[in-house]
């Protein structure tokens, strides 16, 4: 606001320089600002903005005055407590919220450790009793109380389908065959009339993958099928994509 006894004087809002406006900020808040110019404030707001003039230490008084424009610690109290401490506990420290402190450490530019960094330190420090329920929480979610149990150990057959380089052979397989299946000659991704489902091509073992373990990346033991070729391959069974014990006899 004026000083007492300052004679204010009404600028002409269209004919402002920069100069003078950037004067008048210096001088004034920007809500004194418009009322001289006989603008809103945020006419001046977004003239500040487009040239550049900063409005620090103005208050926006189209927001209530809260917690988030009050909380400006020092950088380097705010860096030491965010090294030693969680985002929670800082904000309890300091009274306010968590995206408050997010957003001043980001305001301030501070590489502190990360979450992971962090639940790690707080992990070797941790409380018995913290380590106790811990370990109730994940008795509870093991064996056969797991989610994905499935009756006992993954196969090993199931996990040499899961390895980088049967992958690969998959890859070699249908890059040989020009991605089209040999029975039919449908192509990667052709869009079925019927369905309207996208063609997914497989690669078959012509030796069974189970009975013929030597065979199985060998790039002559595969061929490339599309997914109903491919099922009549296994004695036409609906659904039968890998190898069953009847069909791999009847395959070897």
Known sequence: MPSSGEVTVQKDWKTLSRSEFVELMERYPAKEVADMCGVTFAAVYHRARTDGVKLRGHIDVRKPTGPSRRFHPPADELADLFQRMS????????????????KRIHEYGLDGPGRSARMKAYAK??????????????SKRTGSLAANWRGGVTSLEQCERTRLNYRQWKIAVLTRDGFRCV??????????????????????????????????????NGITLCRPCHEKTHHGKPGELLESPESLDATA
């Open 87 to 102: 985002m929670k506990e800082v904000a309890e420290h300091y009274g306010v919220g968590e995206t408050v402190v997010h």
């Open 125 to 138: 420090d941790r409380p018995d009793e913290h380590n106790r329920k811990i370990g109730e929480s994940l």
């Open 183 to 220: 029975e039919c000659g449908v192509e990667q991704g052709h869009i079925c009339s019927c369905c309207r489902h996208r063609v997914a091509l497989h690669a078959h073992h012509v030796k069974s993958f189970r009975n013929h373990p030597e065979l199985r990346l060998i790039l002559e």
